[in-house]
């Protein structure tokens, strides 16, 4: 999207009497609600948000103190083309200075203190592997070509390991993306394909976590609470405690209202009639529904009841093909889950260790691991990282917070002869310290955190393998009042799992809706730059050269592609 589109919306005709009802308060719902008002000319006293917890965020969470332990669920790696996402937070005022925005810090941050990984992945007990390319074979990078040129209608429901051979799975490269992005073999390698589409121009980067970008503080305190600040400031009604259970729809022809919401609220069911003015935003699925927490000496509980946001989606698409198929996504626990757990140090001597491995001063505010570091040879597949510290506002000086996860809950450890599922926080961080090669210093480091683990039935049931209709599209046909917001609706060409995919439905679904000329910003067409193209194959091959790279100099010696090849 150019300049010349970027035009202020004309007020909508009558927006003074519609009202906005949006069912769910993560960052999807929060978004539209900005939007609403931004482009929309809504009166944010006219926008209902319905949350059936007691708080905002959804995935971009964080909470805790220095004495019961700080959690944090996950984080979502950002990047520079997040387009829809930076759009919204260049219009949020920062909670530290008003007179500048969010992004105004958070790109001043990241200029001034890039991310870099210091030590990316580890084995044999603390030793790092020093893996510096992405290690494909011939067989590897001709299926990544081939990958790149398929339709997602031609790869269909395959997953990642139908699509490979098993030397693929050997490669440096499986090993960077599925630590970094949470992909497991049995995932869909169309939601792959959109992954290597959308961040092509990150290839190079990838073995040292170069061009991803993070907050100051957890995303909860840099994204969320000022947001909610702005949204509060301009009157947006927030009900906790509601928990949505389904909608009247009114489906005559190919026309789809929304006429009623019901849901209860403080435990007794109320009735919102809608009419088709109005406007009725949904965020159907959820990665971090029924998320459940153990502390040092307990392991959390895998919850396998059907979550609320999931029984509601699935309540919604009986009505109609048009509104997707959650049983995709949600039917299988045991493919969706993992866990992760947060790791509260207070004087410890993991300060000194990080120190020593990364020749970074952990208490210096900047940039401390540059990402995860991932035990190659460990059972459960785990990962850590250290942030910025502070990672919470009110961290004292000597505490720094760690987050680490295992992509394999069901698998026995190789120091705790246990499931990771089973383990409490003490036997997590006794097998995190045997992989960071301070298994002589267990005891001692023990005795200075505080570990709260996570067990997250539904935390990449995003990517299950589906085809087209499984999702339903942000705004369904023929729909007048009736969008779907966040990582479970279809967006060509995005990818799920990011800020971006949500805040990008939310943009959708109101200029949609509401019929606004301003388009929603283009995603970012790495894929087509054929500068992208050629430094992406370049990194695929060891030698960094393309095929037949002498011939091709030859061509285009003294020219203005010289340079290019």
Known sequence: MGNYLLINTVKPEGIENRKAYLVGGGIASLAAAAHLIMYGHM???????????????????????????YI????????????CCWDLFAKIPSLND??????????????????????????????????????????????LRKLLLATEESLGRKTVKEYFNPSFFRTNMWCF?????????????????????RFMHLMPGMPKLKGILFSRYNQYES??????????????????????????????????????????RSGKDEEIVTTEKDLVFVTNGSMTENSTLGSMHQAPVLNREEGACWKLWK???????????????????????????T?????????????????????????????????????????????????????????LVLWAYGLFPDRVGNLVKKKMSDCTGEELMTELLCH???????????????????????????????????RPAVVPKGSTNLAFLGQFTEIEGDCVFTVEYSVRSALTAVCTLLQLERPVPEIYPAKYDIRVLVTAMKTMYPDGQLPASKILKKFTQGTSFEDLI
């Not at 910025?388 to 961290?395: L, M």
């Open 343 to 399: 790791v509260t140090c207070t004087d410890s001597p993991i300060a000194d260790y990080l120190a020593k491995l990364t020749g970074r001063d952990p208490f210096s505010g900047r940039v401390v691991t540059g990402g995860i570091i991932t035990f190659k040879d460990s059972n459960w597949y785990m990962s850590v990282t250290c942030s910025r510290q502070p990672h919470f506002s009110n961290q004292p000086k000597n505490v």
């Open 72 to 83: 944090i669920r996950g984080g979502r790696e950002m990047e520079e083309h997040f387009e």
């Open 43 to 69: 009166d944010g006293k006219n926008i209902t948000i319905l949350e059936k917890t007691g708080s905002l965020g959804g995935s971009l969470d964080g909470g805790g103190n220095a004495k019961d332990g």
């Open 177 to 197: 993306w599925r630590s970094m992005f949470a992909f497991e073999d049995w995932h869909s390698v169309a939601e792959m394909k959109r992954y290597m589409e």
């Open 223 to 264: 994204f969320i609470l000022p947001l909610k600040k702005w949204l509060e400031e301009r009157h947006v009604n927030f009900i906790f405690d509601a928990q949505v259970e389904d909608l009247n729809i009114d489906i005559t022809g190919n026309k789809k209202t929304v006429k009623a919401i019901y849901l209860k």
């Open 315 to 341: 309540n919604i698409a009986k009505k109609h093909p048009d509104f997707g198929k959650p049983d995709v996504f949600c039917g299988d626990i045991d493919k969706t889950k993992w866990e992760s757990f």
């Open 436 to 470: 960071m090669g301070l298994k002589s210093q267990t005891q001692e480091i023990l005795k200075t955190v505080n570990v709260i683990p996570c067990m997250m039935p539904y935390i990449t049931s995003q990517f299950m393998p589906r085809v087209k209709g499984d």
């Open 98 to 143: 008003p007179a500048r925005s969010v992004l105004d810090e958070f790109r001043e941050l990241n200029v001034y203190d890039p991310n870099e990984s210091a030590v990316r992945v580890m084995h044999l007990c603390g030793k790092d592997a020093k893996l510096e390319t992405l290690g494909l074979d011939k067989d590897s990078i001709k299926a």
